[in-house]
């Protein structure tokens, strides 16, 4: 018995470092899965590798309505129906001050860390089977910030205010809406923010610098993320709706 038998799920960032980690761990788990992201050659190995009969690549801009509408229509079509939408698909920007940081790079941070996931909020909603569950890939910077991180901090606080409205929308249902919000992960996503927020030579001393404000002393797995995943879009968690679900080790309290 696997925790999502009969389950199909559609995973935005899916050739990501978490989103192909969930991808693994819901097939793992019984889950058939749509995998989209911008990354076309990453999809089709990742589907590839989990078989044709499991996994179906649709690669898609979270930003472009029409394209995430196209996307959910397929997964429907050829699994019948849609049970699980976890939008992860997520852009950092640059580190700067507020005064300084660049209206570029902060819209366009917005468009695929908001737009998107309130897109596929709007398409994948409609479509889901009653009793299904959304889980929205925040941060814990969408819980705190730091200095420098203003479009991602802003773009990963917006998303709580979303998840709060789909989840209050979606009850009658039996549609569960969640956010997740994971620390410092080790992956390449978030080495390139650590070199860049703290000046250090090497990967090794950036993380160092970050483990010191985590109180479990380590960065989360991508592994431990799609467990996390798993439990939010699994029945197990039934009741647990409207959540900001923290995953750092600590590091927001
Ligand atoms: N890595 C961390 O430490 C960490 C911590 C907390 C939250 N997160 C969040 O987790 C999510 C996944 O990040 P990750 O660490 O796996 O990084 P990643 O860079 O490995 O994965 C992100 C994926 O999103 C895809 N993507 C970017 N823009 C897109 C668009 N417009 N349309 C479709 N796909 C697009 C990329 O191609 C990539 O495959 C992000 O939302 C990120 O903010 C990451």
């Not at 980690?21 to 089709?44: M, S």
């Not at 998840?163 to 569960?176: F, H, N, S, V």
Request: net charge negative; no cysteine.
């Amino acid at each position: 018995m696997g925790r999502l038998d009969h389950k199909i799920a559609f995973i935005t960032g899916a050739a990501g470092s978490i989103g192909a980690a969930t991808a693994r761990r819901f097939v793992a788990e019984g889950a058939r899965v749509a995998l989209t992201d911008l990354d076309a050659d990453a999809l089709d190995a990742l589907a590839a590798e989990l078989g044709a009969d499991r996994a179906l690549a649709l690669p898609a801009d979270v930003t472009d309505s029409g394209a995430v509408a196209d996307a959910v229509a397929r997964a429907v079509e050829r699994f019948g129906g849609l049970d699980v939408a976890f939008a992860n698909a997520g852009v950092f920007g640059a580190v700067a001050p507020v005064v300084d940081y660049p209206e570029d790079v902060f819209d366009r941070v917005m468009a695929v860390n908001v737009r998107g996931p309130f897109l596929v909020a709007k398409h994948a909603l409609a479509a889901m089977r009653d009793g299904g569950s959304m889980i929205i890939n925040s941060s814990v910077v969408g819980l705190t910030a730091d200095p420098g991180i203003v479009a991602y901090a802003t773009s990963k606080h917006a998303l709580v205010g979303l998840m709060r409205t789909a989840a209050k929308e979606m009850a009658p249902r039996g549609i569960r809406v969640n956010t997740l919000h994971p620390g410092p992960v080790a992956n390449a996503f978030q080495h390139r923010i650590e070199l860049t927020a703290t000046g250090a030579a090497t990967e090794a001393e950036a993380a160092r610098a970050f483990e010191a404000m985590i109180p479990l002393d380590r960065h989360a797995t991508p592994e431990e993320v799609a467990a996390a995943v798993l439990f939010l879009a699994s029945d197990e968690s039934a009741f647990l709706t409207g959540a900001t679900v923290p995953l750092d080790g600590g590091m927001s309290v």
